[in-house]
Every structure is written in C-alpha cells, then in structure tokens.
C-alpha cells in the first residue's frame, strides 16, 4: 500500500510554468512506474507522462511533448511534473499515479492515485 500526494497546483497565465511534484508514503520500500494524468471537467481523465520504476524510461503524450518533463528522486519517494508554456487547453486537476507493474498510458494499469492538484491556464 502506498499513499500519494500531490502538490504544486496553481492559476497561471498561458505561457508561464508551474512544477507538481507527488510525494509517495507507506511502502515506499518497493519502486514504482509513476505516471501523470490530468481531468478536466465533463471530460475523460486522460494520460500525460509516465516514467518506469528504475527513473531512466519516460513517456509523454503528444500534447505535451517538449513542454512538460517527468521526473523522479527515487531515495526521497517523489516525482515531479514540470510544466512550461502552459495552455488553457493544459487545464485540469492532475493526479499522480503509481504502479509496481506497468509504465502504460491508460488509468487502469494504475493501482495507487493521489487526490489531485488543480491546474488553471488562463488566456
């Protein structure tokens, strides 16, 4: 069992940056793909990036590719998104995921979410 929580959520204006990071407790001892995913309102909670368990592997989707940058600091059980030139479009509640046996793109490859941080593009 691991227990997750996002931070770093905010208003920002279309171009400006903002870092998530996700903090991992519980049974930490183990190592974990992590990955991103954001929902909008009224809309699917969809895939962002995602990174493998050894913290080397990284994915994006398409939208974010050279604007958003997972990361991860194995020994201190945390992940980061860093977000640049965000775009209203970007907007959502982002959540971090984790898994002890995937590195997939959909949501339920996950076991363990955190509740979520809100992110607010605005034009």
């Known amino acids: 069992q691991v227990q997750l929580v996002e931070s770093g959520g905010g208003l920002v204006q279309a171009g400006g940056s903002l870092r998530l990071s996700c903090a991992a407790s519980g049974r930490t001892d183990s190592t974990y793909a992590m990955a991103w995913f954001r929902q909008a309102p009224g809309k699917e909670r969809d895939f962002v990036a995602a990174?493998?368990?050894?913290?080397?592997?990284?994915y994006y989707t398409n939208s974010v590719k050279g604007r958003f940058t997972i990361s991860g600091d194995n020994a201190k059980n945390l992940v980061y998104l860093q977000m640049s030139n965000l775009k209203p479009e970007d907007s959502a509640v982002y959540s971090c995921?984790?898994?002890?046996?995937?590195?997939?793109?959909?949501?339920?490859?996950?076991?363990?979410w955190g509740q979520g941080t809100q992110v607010a593009v605005s034009s």
């Open positions: 990174i493998g368990k050894r913290g080397g592997r990284t």
């Open positions: 995921a984790a898994s002890l046996y995937s590195m997939g793109t959909s949501r339920n490859e996950y076991s363990y």
